[in-house]
């Protein structure tokens, strides 16, 4: 017996504000309350359904058949919460022009929270979406909204969710990716994320420091401050990535390239090119910059980076079902 089929689509999202530490590593409640981005141009689109016949979960990506750890887990969850007893064939395609290596377990998992939960009868609210894609990966609890999103810490799996903060993005604001290498990261976030809280003795200087800048973030946004948006989650990144400099054994997500692109980027913002780089657990870059000024900062990286390595990304929408029975 099979369940009728849903798909849904996710795009991913890019934290201004950084989530990076977890206080419950099964229920994924983090240590500090993130801010993102959801962006138009990077999407998964994931669909679902429960068939009797199946001894276990299938997973296919990008057509080819995949193992995931953090799949097969999150569908032992999703069951638990649901009461389908059937395993599932799931089916995602990541939509990530060119290049590649911008493929996110954000989108991914927002897609497979709202795909299965349908898939196995149950309607949830975008909250409950929120703190069931939570439970696959922490940013895939803000992929559930479109613009602006909060992810609020809370302090367990009922307060721990994603609100929006501001859906309907009207500002001439982009993000441009600078992908410098599509392969695997070397370090999971997952896993870099523990070493730092285990080890890193700046780490309560990073909790506190994350509260005011979300406050002041938020502020920002709401006055429509680009600078000040930017200049805080360039500050904000760089102290994620000095945690990571400051564990023990300590790794950095940097390559040659990523640097380069930071100083691309300080090189413009002194010739008044206001523009600010963020970088999560990789290599690839992504710069926060106002629609007016993407052709110069373009082509200030056009002598070091090929077209197709560089995306230009702006505000995206929330989850939605795009194929049901
Ligand atoms: C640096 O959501 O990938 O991108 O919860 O372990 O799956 P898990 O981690 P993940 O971590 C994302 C970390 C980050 C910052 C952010 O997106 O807030």
Known sequence: MQSPKYTARAHTNIALIKYWGKLDQDLIIPMNSSLSLTLDKFYTDTSVFFDSTLKQDI???????????????????????????????????????????????????????LAASRAAGLVLDSRSLSRLARRGSGSATRSIYGGFVEWQQGSDDATSYAVPFEENVAWNLSMIAVVISAKQKKISSSVGMQRVVATSPYYSAWRKTAAQDLAAMKKAIKKRDFRQVGTIAEENAMKMHALNASAHPHFSYFEPASLQVMKIVADLRSN???CYYTLDAGPNVKIICQNKDIQTILAALAPSFSQERLVVAGPGPGVKLIDKP
């Open 59 to 113: 997973f296919r990506l990008n057509n080819k058949e995949s193992s995931s750890l953090k799949v097969t887990h999150f569908m032992k969850v999703l069951r638990e919460k649901t009461g389908e007893t059937r395993f599932a064939m799931i089916n995602s395609e990541n939509h990530v022009p060119s290049a590649a290596g911008l493929a996110s377990s954000a989108s991914a998992f927002a897609a497979l929270a």
């Open 272 to 274: 008044g090119i206001f």
